[in-house]
């Protein structure tokens, strides 16, 4: 039997930890190879962990062809939509799933995401999955999530990803965290969990303190005429500046203290080389 690996296939989907791997080759030891490997005419296209553990342990294995595909792009898509379905598949991984889609979708229609008009007047339906919304459907998350998911492909190092892909981080706080530089990003994913939940926090509470501040709302009594020179109106008018001051001076401590962790945490990193390395 002829079974090929198609390297680009193989790498399509996220590799399993460590831990998963070890998982799935002690039950394929204990209890043999009970799912059968798929196969587009002699392309493996589900079950690449099964097929190397079963090679390396002998274990027998059987195969199905599925022969409904016409290129590589539906073999992708089936391979999407499969993963899609499995309750092991975290909520990160679900949304990258269902954004790889939608860049094959795209691809793949002729109708230009956003509508257009036509010389009758009417509009050509928009591709599918072409809305956030119709993303975070397919993953079953919340547009929001989506949203963050985004910007974690577009700003995380690979450090990063990784922490969120393994559950270190949540989302929202990959998020979060990806708006660092690179170094520091690496420097809170090299100091654990703590460094990183910390870092997410003390991003937001800068944000926090460095929007507008509200307009204090001021009464005025129906039955005094405003004048403009009441000592009321010239604090109330001084207030916002002198909190806007201080909101600014709280952000760059902050930030200054974020700096200075990451900073600590590569020195940790370096005295524990050199301690390997004595």
């Given at each position: 039997?002829?079974?090929?690996?198609?390297a680009?296939?193989?790498?399509?989907?996220?590799p399993l930890t460590d831990s998963e791997y070890a998982a799935l080759e002690r039950s394929l030891l204990n209890e043999g190879c009970r799912d059968a490997l798929v196969l587009w005419n002699e392309v493996l296209i589900d079950g690449h962990n099964r097929y190397a553990i079963c090679r390396k342990h002998d274990i027998p294995f059987k195969t199905i062809q599925n022969t409904s595909f016409e290129s590589i792009d539906d073999v992708m898509l089936w391979m999407i939509d499969n993963h899609l379905a499995r309750r092991s598949v975290s909520d990160f991984q679900r949304g990258v799933l269902a954004l790889r889609k939608k860049e094959i979708v795209a691809a793949r229609s002729p109708v230009p995401v956003n509508a257009v008009d036509?010389?009758?007047?009417?509009?050509?339906?928009?591709?599918?999955?072409?809305?956030?919304?119709?993303?975070?459907?397919?993953?079953?998350?919340?547009?929001?999530?989506?949203?963050?998911?985004?910007?974690?492909?577009?700003?995380a190092t690979p450090e990063l990803v990784e922490a969120v892909r393994s559950g270190t981080i949540s989302i929202n706080?990959?998020?979060?965290?990806?708006?660092?530089?690179?170094?520091?990003q690496v420097a809170a994913v090299a100091g654990g969990k703590k460094l990183l939940r910390q870092a997410?926090?003390?991003?937001?509470?800068?944000?926090?303190?460095?929007?507008?501040?509200?307009e204090p709302k001021v009464h005025v009594s129906q039955d005094t005429p405003e004048t403009g020179n009441e000592p009321w109106a010239e604090s109330a008018a001084q207030a916002p500046s002198e909190v806007e001051r201080l909101r600014g001076e709280i952000a760059s401590l902050k930030q200054r203290y974020v700096q200075l962790q990451a900073e600590n945490a590569e020195l940790n990193q370096r005295i524990a080389a050199l301690i390997d390395a004595s």
């Open positions: 039997m002829n079974i090929t690996i198609n680009v296939l193989q790498a399509y989907i996220d036509t010389a009758e007047g009417e509009s050509l339906p928009k591709p599918a999955m072409s809305t956030r919304e119709e993303v975070a459907k397919a993953a079953r998350l919340s547009s929001n999530q989506i949203s963050q998911i985004e910007k974690i492909q577009k700003a706080a990959a998020a979060t965290v990806a708006s660092l530089p690179q170094a520091e997410a926090k003390e991003i937001r509470e800068q944000r926090a303190a460095t929007r507008p501040p509200r």
